[in-house]
């Protein structure tokens, strides 16, 4: 549930601001950013988002580590391999969560959302 809460918090913060963002990201567009620009500029604002993430939260699961080790079965407090396999599967998750909107901003029509205002 919490892997499912992350990746749709991920998304609707993406999404709005990529809606936020249209007409900024018409005009890049219409000045000459390809289509993959675009979309590395939006992935790399949610994958930055999903590192300050991992870090606070790997920081707040060792502190708590003391606390939750009577309710670990066969994995130590400090046990790389469960961490590095969080990890990884959150940016996963978290990158697939931030495609979505990437590409729907990489798809913006210039004219049409410079039109509209």
Do not use: H, K, N
């Amino acid at each position: 549930m919490a892997l499912l809460l992350a990746a749709v918090g991920i998304y609707g913060v993406l999404s709005g601001g990529v809606t936020e963002r249209m007409r900024e990201i018409g005009v890049r567009a219409a000045l000459g950013a390809s289509r993959r620009s675009i979309l590395m500029l939006v992935i790399r604002q949610g994958m930055a988002l999903t590192g300050i993430g991992v870090l606070l939260g790997l920081l707040a699961a060792l502190a708590a580590s003391r606390v939750i080790v009577s309710l670990l079965y066969g994995v130590s407090r400090f046990d790389p391999a469960t961490y590095l396999f969080v990890i990884a599967l959150l940016t996963v998750v978290s990158g697939i969560a931030c495609w979505l909107p990437a590409w729907r901003a990489a798809q913006v029509d210039p004219s049409i959302t410079l039109r509209a205002e």
